[in-house]
């Protein structure tokens, strides 16, 4: 397989014939293994040209400047699920703070200095007999002031359709087997609230700092797809 | 609290934000979130009246029947007032 990234041995070879005769090649690809793909020269769709002519007025007309514009997409971008492990670790630390977590979860990420915007936060908690996982079906509503920019699996159709339907199945091929006791709650965010998993604290994690906890807690396990790592 | 709720069966046009899987599906309110602007107005730029939203608990058994994965599993999702009407009790 060309794409076996383990083993890449293709591409790192000493040897010196031509790949294109090698054992790795496939029509229409690259002499290292990797598809051709189409510059995405293609015109403009409506909707771009709709978002640059919108831009192009608000900044004509002294509404916006440009640099407010990339300072906000720099703000964007810059958000990360550190954020989010940041308040998990908290939680795991402090009982206090995980009781106002799951009472009021925007309030409780306010609190640690994370601006959130007007987000509506609801952080639902996994427990011995409780997993919970979150998705929206109607489109890709994450919690991107807390989390960052959603994984693109998030967004597709097969994610979307699958996650209320046969979760534990879509569990299972994130490399998560639960157990038949173990209830799975599926969380639909189909309006104006957004969701927080609080994973499990894993066990034999005592001894670590509230900062090396949070170095535990994954993107995925804060969206339900996973479980935070092992120390 | 646990008010037994029925999703509408309804099939609107336009713009709505109770997904077609819910419709006609019965479950009980988790919680009140309080109002909010009607999506089915803002999506239009129209004045949007504020609605209650609540968050309505269905069993997996509920959704999918018996093609269930698991009966007891869950699904959450949140649910304008305008969409819920008490639950029949179940006459069968």
Known sequence: ?231 | MAERVRVKALTPPGHVRAPWYLRGREGVVERSLGNFHNPEQLAYGLPAETKPLYRVRFTMAELWGPAAENPTDTLDAELYGHWLEKARTHAA
Not at chain 1, 25 to 52: A, C, F, K, V
Not at chain 1, 159 to 186: C, H, I, K, M, Q
């Open chain 1, 1 to 231: 397989m060309p794409h076996d990234h383990p083993d890449h041995d293709h591409d790192h070879h000493d040897h010196d014939h031509d790949h294109d005769h090698g054992p790795f090649h496939h029509e229409g690809m690259s002499p290292s293994g990797h598809p051709y793909r189409h510059d995405n020269d293609s015109p403009l769709t409506y909707w771009q040209r709709m978002e640059i002519a919108v831009r192009e007025l608000l900044i004509d007309k002294g509404r916006i400047t440009a640099a407010e514009i990339a300072n906000q997409i720099e703000a964007m971008d810059a958000r990360s699920p550190t954020n989010g492990a940041a308040v998990v670790a908290r939680a795991w630390t402090d009982p206090a703070f995980k009781a106002r977590l799951l009472h009021d979860a925007s309030a409780a990420s306010r609190e640690m200095g994370f601006d959130i915007g007007p987000l509506n936060l609801i952080a639902v908690e996994n427990t011995a007999d409780t997993h919970n996982l979150i998705v929206c079906t109607l489109c890709s509503c994450y919690p991107r002031n807390l989390l960052g920019l959603p994984p693109d699996w998030y967004k597709t159709r097969a994610y979307r359709t699958r996650a209320v339907r046969e979760p534990r199945a879509v569990l299972r091929e994130f490399g998560l087997d639960l157990p038949a006791n173990t209830t799975v709650r599926v969380h639909d965010s189909t309006a104006d609230m957004r969701y927080l998993v609080l994973p499990a604290r894993p066990a034999g994690t005592d001894t670590l700092t509230e900062r090396e906890l949070a170095a535990l807690v994954t993107r995925d396990s804060m969206i339900g797809t996973g479980l935070p790592l092992r120390p």
